[in-house]
C-alpha cells in the first residue's frame, strides 16, 4: 500500500505553513514503508504527480473557520466529495484543479482515498517562520494522529 502525507503550507507565514511543519516533524518518526512524506508549499501542475499512483493521500494543511486556533479537523472522502474535501483548506484549491485534471485523464491511477487533515490557524498573512503557541500544540497531536491512521491502514492492508 502507497499512502502519500502531503503538507501544505508557507512556511514563510506562521501559522499557513502547519502542514509543512507537521510532515518535517513526522519525518523524525519511524513510519510503514509505503508512507511517503511531501512537502507542498507552491501552487503548480506538478501537484499531480504528488496524488497520481498512490493508494491513499493525507493532506495536512491549515484552516481559517474562525474557531478555537489550534482545533484539529479530520475528513475523509467518505464523507465528502473528492473535489469538496480538498477545498476545505487554505491551499486546498490547488489539489482541487489537479485532482480534477487527473480524475479526467488518469482515472485509474487517482487514490482510492482521500484524507484532510486541517488545522485551525491563529495568524494569517503574518511574514515570520515562528508558529503561534496553539498551533505548536496542536502539530504534536496531528503528528501522532497521523501516524496511528497510516500504520492502521497499512496494517488494515497487508491483512487483506
Known amino acids: 500500500m502507497k499512502i502519500n502525507v502531503l503538507g501544505c503550507g508557507n512556511i514563510l507565514a506562521s501559522d499557513e505553513g502547519v502542514g509543512i511543519h507537521a510532515v518535517r516533524k513526522m519525518g523524525e518518526k519511524k513510519l510503514p514503508g509505503g508512507v511517503k512524506l511531501m512537502e507542498v508549499g507552491r501552487p503548480g501542475s506538478f501537484l499531480l504527480d504528488y496524488i497520481m499512483d498512490t493508494d491513499i493521500i493525507i493532506v495536512i494543511d491549515a ?7 489550534g482545533t484539529v479537523f479530520r475528513f475523509d472522502s467518505n464523507e465528502y466529495p473528492p473535489e469538496e474535501l480538498l477545498g476545505f483548506t487554505i491551499h486546498g484549491f490547488n489539489l482541487v484543479e489537479a485532482y480534477k485534471k487527473g480524475i479526467k485523464q488518469y482515472p485509474d491511477r487517482m487514490p482510492k ?48
Open 113 to 160: 482515498k482521500i484524507i484532510v487533515y486541517g488545522v485551525e490557524i491563529k495568524e494569517r498573512g503574518k511574514f515570520k517562520t515562528a508558529l503561534s503557541t496553539p498551533i505548536k500544540k496542536a502539530i504534536s497531536k496531528l503528528v501522532r494522529e497521523i501516524k496511528k491512521e497510516a500504520l492502521n491502514l497499512y496494517q488494515t492492508d497487508k491483512t487483506r
Open 63 to 69: 484552516v481559517a473557520k474562525g474557531l478555537k486556533p
